[in-house]
Each structure stands twice: as structure tokens, then as C-alpha cells.
């Protein structure tokens, strides 16, 4: 990430390290986060500057930190970088005008189809209906302003797929599938709902689940980010359990008979390591029974790790892991300040002891374990005929000793796909921050003068961008004194989000001049209210050369359904 390059501040952590407001993701909510910091903390989002470095040529809401957060975009990246296959998609709830807000979301679809993805953009019209009320010649209207504007930001219809949620046929059955996973509790813990709740709303959102995987039904699963603003977070957690749960197989890493959760695993491959490479008391360990021939009062039988005197695998006990991991303490880290994986290893030493313990003579020996989660019968078997090498086959799992996780990951995979099933992978995700409104506070539909619409007419969009709030100071001797605060003002933002394009240079021209007092507010607002201008002359012109792309496209914007809607 270019340190030169300006960053929008957007509602980053306060000085004294306590969150704003408390933060609740609601997608039928107002569209606001306090403090993006505790996104990290309370939800698992992760900092979109860990995996910046990835990213090849990225977009200018990359650059300029617009873009935040993400959930596993790493896969992403790496797929785009090896030219592997991925896709993207994101919806749109065609409840009013798109403006400049949905044009982040336009942006990064169209970034992510230019980078050689499949690209997926969806009219969210079963939710709109559902959860707005919204009436269908209502929605007609709004869904083709909506596709008019993508298609003239530059999406190419010939190289991704739109659609409407109402008419595609694979989202609904799937729906359907995904739906025999979930169940009210979740909804209501997920999304607040209750018995006043329509099932209809509910409905949609099991279709939108099935949205943000219908990429991986096209050709293959493969790596699928879902660009949206943080209040969307909700469907992507959903999702990605409801992937998890679909599957036939269930991978994870094992050293013996007993489970072991991330954290305990951790300390025991710590432990195993350890005494299979001589490090820190392997002959205090007493690793050195070998002459037993393995067979550990049966514990291999159990274990299905057997062999353990094979000549490939150290002979390493449960009980010798269990006496160095009792010598060992993981680093001592305030609570509230450290690294998640750090306090759960101090949480899981006495855990994974009790199990290494009660495992007693039986060999430690890595494997990879596959659950049957969902498998038929002939699948299951199928598996066990797929792994090649030393296994040991169980009544509910088989263990591997010759397989890496990655390549059992992609063996689960292959034999589900073969017998009928999904194979999903769970969806990845980037989140972007919401822009201020021109008039400060919250962007709002309901507040015309906080947002500019995409139809708005070039002359009122200029007035808006004129009459904007700013982060200026009183008066313009303070502004040349103290500078301007250019990380509290909407219309640095215009700048950041969307005036500025690609140009780095002029978004940092006018984020410097004005933190060091060299640029007054009604000339950077004049500037502003120009490119706005010419933007919004320029962006209808091309809608109307969209007109003709879109007659073309097979989507219906006639709709002959009825129906009053949900909720109102």
C-alpha cells in the first residue's frame, strides 16, 4: 500500500480507544457503523490492508482504504494472480434511484470482471417485495434504472450474467436446499427476527444465500467474493455456515483418536514437532520406547494410527506430548489487547492436556481426518477407494496419513462433486465504508440534498456538491492557519470515492492542500461541483447508449406478477 496515497478516515477508532456507538449490523437498517474497528473485533471481519499486498494493479477504492475490511479475499487474490478461475457478485434492492453510493458497489464488480472474473449482478426484487413492500411495477421501474447504470459504468453483459431473483430457477432450488440447513433461532439471533416476521422475509433471505452461491454453480466451485457495505455482513456469515453445513465431507487435521478444536491442535502439532525433531526435552519425554512395536495396549486399533513403528513416522505417545506441553506456556498477553489465537492457546492448554493424558501410550501421529457430514453411502465409499496411501477406515471418518490438507480438501471436494453434491467453498467477501452525507451525518434516500442520485440533472447535482457541508474551518484564516480537516469532509470523500478516478494525484492534491491550509473550501467545492457535473452529464449520455444493450439482455422488466408485498 502506497503511504503516499491519502486514506478516507470514514469513522476509524476514537483517541481514547473506545468504540463510537455500538455497532449492529442490520441490511434493512440504516446504513452506519460507528467505529469500522470493532467490525474486526465483534464480527471477524478482517483488515483489508493484511491482504492489500496481494492484490495485483488494485483499484483505487483498494488503494485509498474505501475498501476496509474483507473476509478470506486472499483466495481471491490468489486465484486472480495464477489466472485461476473466480467469480464476484453482488445484489441490488431496486427500492429508489441508484446513486453514487451504489456506484462503489458497480465499481468493484466491473473491477473484478476486468481482472478476468466471472461476474455476477442480481436484482434482489423477492427482497424488495418482501421486506419493503415495494409493488412490482415499482420494482420494474427501479431494476432497469439499476442495470442501466452497470451496464453503463462498463459491466459487460457478454462476459457475466444478470439476473432477477424472482425468475432464475437454480437460486430458488437451491434455496430450497440451503434452506433444510437453517432454522428460526438462527434467524432471530442473526437478524433480530420474530414472530411478527413474514415468512416471506425470511424466505428471501435464504434466496439471498442462494444467491451468493450461484456462482459456484456455474462450471465449478471456485473462489467468490461478494463486494458490499458492512451491513450486508449478516448474508455473508449465514452463507458461508450454510456452505459449511451442505457439504458431504468434513476435513480437519488429527494426531490420534480424540478431537481437538483450532486451538488445542495448535499446541499439540506444537507439542508433536517438538519431540519429532529433538527440540526441548524429546529425551525427557521419554520418546525413546520405540521397542513397544507401537502397539500401545491397542491404542493404534482406536487411533486407526497403528503403524506408528513404521520407519517413516517417529514414535511419539500422547503422554510424551502431554509432559512437554506441560512445560510449555504460551505467551502471557492482555486480553484485551491481544491476538485472538494467543488467548485461546492459554485457554486450550488444559484441554488439550486432559486429552493428551487420557490418550496415554498411543502414538501422536499427524493425519487428516474426513468426516462424513452429509455423504450417501455411496459417496462415503467412494472416498475411502480415492485415498491413496496408509488410511484407517471408521465407522463415521477415515483417516489419511499420506495426504496434505490441501490435497484432501481438494479429494472431498472432487468425489462430492461426482456424487450429486455442491462442493461449495465458502464465499469471500470485501466490505467498503459507507460515504458521508453532503450534508453531513448519514447518506439518506429520504434526505435528498445528502445524496446525488445517478439521474439527477448535471445542474443539480453541482448545486448539491455547492451547497455541501465541508470539514473546513470557520473562516479562511483558520483554514490557512490550521489546515482543513479533510478525513471529517464529505466532500474530500466525493474526491476519494468517486471524483478523483484513478488519479491518485489529484486525490492526494487535494487532501494536502488542504490539511496544510493551501486550499480554501469554496474553491475545492467549485472543483468538486464541476466534476460532479460532467460526471452525471457523461454517466446519463452513456445510459442512453445502454438503452439498446439492455433490450437485448434476457431479463424481464415487464413484470406479470401480483401481489401487495410484505412489509410496509
Request: charged letters at 30%; aromatic letters at 8%.
Amino acid at each position: 500500500m502506497d503511504e503516499d496515497t491519502p486514506r478516507t478516515d470514514g469513522g476509524t477508532e476514537r483517541a481514547d480507544g473506545e468504540p463510537s456507538e455500538d455497532v449492529a449490523l442490520d441490511p434493512w437498517g440504516s446504513a452506519s457503523v460507528g467505529d469500522y474497528a470493532d467490525l474486526f473485533a465483534e464480527f471477524g471481519i478482517e483488515a483489508f490492508d493484511d491482504v492489500a499486498g496481494d492484490v495485483v494493479d488494485p483499484h483505487y477504492l483498494m488503494r485509498r482504504g474505501v475498501i476496509f475490511g474483507h473476509r478470506e479475499y486472499d483466495a481471491v487474490a490468489e486465484a486472480m494472480a495464477n489466472d485461476e478461475p473466480f467469480a464476484a457478485l453482488s445484489g441490488f434492492m431496486p427500492t429508489g434511484d441508484p446513486h453514487i453510493g451504489h456506484k462503489l458497489v458497480f465499481d468493484e464488480l466491473i473491477w473484478h470482471q476486468e481482472q478476468g472474473g466471472d461476474v455476477f449482478g442480481l436484482i434482489a426484487d423477492l427482497e424488495a417485495h418482501s421486506a419493503r413492500g415495494m409493488s412490482w411495477d415499482e420494482i420494474d421501474e427501479h431494476a432497469r434504472s439499476y442495470l442501466l447504470s452497470l451496464l453503463a459504468l462498463g459491466f459487460d453483459p457478454e462476459d457475466g450474467e444478470l439476473y432477477r431473483q424472482s425468475d432464475n430457477r437454480e437460486v430458488q432450488d437451491l434455496g430450497f436446499e440451503l434452506g433444510s440447513k437453517a432454522n428460526f433461532s438462527e434467524f432471530e439471533a442473526i437478524y433480530g427476527f420474530d414472530g411478527e416476521t413474514n415468512i416471506s422475509h425470511m424466505q428471501s433471505v435464504v434466496t439471498q444465500t442462494a444467491d451468493i452461491l450461484y456462482p459456484q454453480l456455474v462450471d465449478e466451485p471456485k473462489p467468490t467474493v461478494i463486494p458490499v457495505g458492512p451491513d450486508q455482513d449478516p448474508h455473508v456469515r449465514l452463507t458461508r455456515d450454510l456452505a459449511t453445513r451442505l457439504r458431504y465431507f468434513k476435513v480437519t487435521e488429527a494426531f490420534a483418536s480424540f478431537e481437538l478444536d483450532d486451538a488445542e491442535r495448535t499446541l499439540v502439532r506444537a507439542a508433536y514437532d517438538a519431540l519429532a525433531g529433538g527440540e526441548d526435552g524429546g529425551d525427557d519425554a521419554g520418546a525413546g520406547d520405540a521397542g513397544d512395536d507401537a502397539g500401545a495396549g491397542d491404542a493404534g486399533d482406536d487411533a486407526g494410527a497403528g503403524d506408528a513403528g513404521d520407519d517413516a513416522a517417529p514414535d511419539v505417545r500422547c503422554e510424551d506430548a502431554a509432559v512437554w506441553l506441560d512445560d510449555y506456556e504460551p505467551p502471557e498477553v492482555d486480553a484485551e489487547d491481544a491476538d485472538a489465537e494467543e488467548v485461546d492457546l492459554a485457554d486450550a492448554k488444559t484441554g488439550a492436556l486432559e486429552k493428551l493424558r487420557a490418550g496415554g501410550k498411543e502414538p501422536l501421529r499427524p493425519r487428516v481426518r474426513f468426516f462424513d457430514r452429509n455423504a450417501t453411502d455411496e459417496a462415503f465409499e467412494a472416498l475411502i477407494g480415492a485415498v491413496d496411501g496408509d488410511k484407517r477406515v471408521f465407522e463415521g471418518h477415515v483417516d489419511a496419513f499420506e495426504l496434505t490438507r490441501e490435497a484432501a480438501e481438494s479429494l472431498a471436494r472432487k468425489v462430492e462433486i461426482d456424487h450429486d453434491g455442491f462442493g461449495f467453498r465458502q464465499p469471500s467477501s470485501i466490505y467498503h465504508r459507507f460515504m458521508t452525507g453532503l450534508t453531513g451525518g448519514k447518506m439518506s434516500s429520504s434526505i435528498p440534498a445528502s445524496h446525488i442520485s445517478l439521474l439527477d440533472d448535471p445542474e443539480d447535482g453541482y448545486d448539491k456538491v455547492r451547497s455541501a457541508t465541508t470539514g473546513g474551518r470557520d473562516t479562511a484564516e483558520e483554514q490557512r492557519e490550521l489546515g482543513g480537516e479533510a478525513d471529517e469532509c464529505p466532500v474530500y470523500e466525493l474526491y476519494a470515492y468517486l471524483l478523483a478516478g484513478d488519479d491518485d494525484g489529484l486525490a492526494t492534491e487535494v487532501y494536502s492542500e488542504c490539511v496544510n491550509g493551501e486550499r480554501l473550501c469554496g474553491g475545492c467545492k467549485e472543483q468538486a461541483a464541476e466534476l460532479m457535473r460532467e460526471f452525471l452529464a457523461d454517466h446519463q449520455e452513456k445510459r442512453e447508449e445502454a438503452e439498446e444493450l439492455l433490450e437485448d439482455l434476457d431479463i424481464d422488466l415487464d413484470s406479470d406478477r401480483r401481489g401487495t408485498g410484505g412489509e410496509h
